[in-house]
């Protein structure tokens, strides 16, 4: 069974950072890509940044310039280097990844972890 633990937020003044780290566990044969999405309250969950096996990532505009996907592939980990944060990033972070078994891929959520920037 495949699982996701994300780790790193909390509480941060504005203009401030933060580094969420997400590892996957369990029985796989290989991670094709991993995402990190976020849902404010009242809000759809959004993608905000995406790197796949190869390191091509991807951004939201919203936080291009401030925010940096990057993993590790040795610890099954990606993480998500958040500078210049904003009040407008306060959200339940999610780490996302497309895990192929062997026999199939499976699209596995994190439990979601909040982050909080106060202005």
């Known amino acids: 069974q495949v699982q996701l633990v994300e780790s790193g937020g909390g509480l941060v003044q504005a203009g401030g950072s933060l580094r969420l780290s997400c590892a996957v566990s369990?029985?796989?044969?290989?991670?094709?890509?991993m995402d990190w999405y976020r849902q404010a309250p009242g809000t759809q969950r959004e993608l905000v940044a995406a790197?796949?096996?190869?390191?091509?990532?991807n951004y939201a505009d919203s936080v291009k310039g401030r925010f940096t996907i990057f993993s590790d592939s040795a610890k099954n980990t990606v993480y998500l280097q958040m500078d210049s944060l904003k009040p407008e990033d306060t959200a339940v972070y999610y780490c996302?990844?497309?895990?192929?078994?062997?026999?199939?891929?499976?699209?596995?959520w994190g439990q979601g972890i909040q982050v909080t920037v106060s202005s």
């Open positions: 996302n990844a497309d895990v192929f078994t062997g026999v199939r891929t499976i699209d596995a």
């Open positions: 369990g029985g796989f044969f290989r991670i094709d890509a």
């Open positions: 790197i796949t096996s190869r390191g091509i990532t």
